[in-house]
């Protein structure tokens, strides 16, 4: 999507994917085959680019310092460095005054142990590095059985966080742009629903009231600030049911929660991406109108014997105001994250409303 709108801006794109056939494929001009680590891809691919950019936050340093030597790396390898890490991203956070629910850094089975007894009972345990989409994730106190020991060990005995579990009102996020030259622009905050610690759907605006769509702007705009951020940032925000605003994680790319921004909002957060890596003035981030997003996981794909189907995309598009986003991704598999669909609305509610009767006709 990204690339798409580098396209629009005419643009040439290439892209490293360690899959050759990866969603961008169909768009850029090159893809060169790579993992995260392979720095040598990195090189080939900055060799003959003028700027890069990022759309997933595991790219190695050695990655990043390899493709610096012949352009800039937007957001840069300081950020990245901090951001790839749950432990020195909330050292950071906290450091810098950013409010975060009560959390331990864990090294050892005993800080887990010594963490449930301080912070718990009720914990989310993370892994410092590497997770997404609930992965690399523990819940422990939720009354099953799971107990800090086999905790440590599902999560391959390597460092983590423990963060209390928090009496969660709703889900925020706010995406901020901040262009080399300084410019800063915000979205405004969209509205986030998980379920099973996975992106359900997502609304923008947010409908959260005006002293509190204050505070989270500031909050996002302070972090990019002090990053000083060349590209996108969206911060994951708790809202807790005592009304506190708590920053949960920070994201430095386009971000699922803000899909919906390509309906809602003058600019798309995918152009603005594209605008901040190549210096170019921050488009607009008014909404024009209500819009959400829900996702397609690959669960949809099966039906209840656990056969292959395609989902029903012709009921969904019958819905007024619905649009189908696919990625290409070639094969689909329980909670892997296949595409979305879209709808506006009058109000972000019927654009909730609209979005989630569509998914059900699949
Ligand atoms: N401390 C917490 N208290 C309450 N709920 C939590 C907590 N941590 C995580 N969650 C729930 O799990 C979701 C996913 O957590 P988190 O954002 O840390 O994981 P992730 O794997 O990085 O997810 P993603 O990459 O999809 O954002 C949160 O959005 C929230 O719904
Ligand atoms: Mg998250």
Known sequence: ????????????????????????????????????????????????????????????????????????V??????????????????????????LGPWRAIESEEDLVKAAAEIGPRLFVKSARGGYDGRSQVKLGFGDATTPAEAWKLLGEKPCVAEQAVELDREISVMVARA??????????????????????SVIPSSIRAEMENQAQGIAARIAQEFEL????????FVTKSGNLLVNELAPRPHNSYHASERACVTSQFEQAIRAACDLPLGDVSVVQPAAISNLL???????EGNCREPRWDAALAVPGVRLHLYEKHSARPGRKMGHLSAVGATPEEAVERVLEAQGKL
């Open 1 to 72: 999507m990204m690339a798409m709108a580098a396209r629009s801006l005419g643009y040439r794109v290439q892209v490293m994917d360690p899959d050759p056939s990866c969603p961008a494929r169909f768009v850029v001009d090159a893809c060169f085959e790579g993992n995260w680590n392979d720095a040598r891809a990195a090189a080939d691919l900055a060799r003959g680019s003028d700027v890069i950019t990022l759309e997933i936050e595991q790219v190695s340093l050695a990655c990043l310092d390899a493709a610096q030597k012949f352009a800039p």
């Open 74 to 99: 937007r957001p840069g390898r300081e950020l990245m460095r901090i951001i790839q890490d749950r432990i020195l991203q909330k050292t950071w956070l906290a450091e810098h005054g950013f409010p």
């Open 180 to 201: 080399p030259n300084g410019e800063t622009k915000s979205f405004s905050s969209a509205m986030n629903h998980h379920e099973k610690q996975i992106l359900a759907w």
């Open 230 to 237: 060349e590209g996108l940032i969206a911060v994951e925000m």
């Open 298 to 304: 690959g669960d949809l794909w099966f039906d209840k």
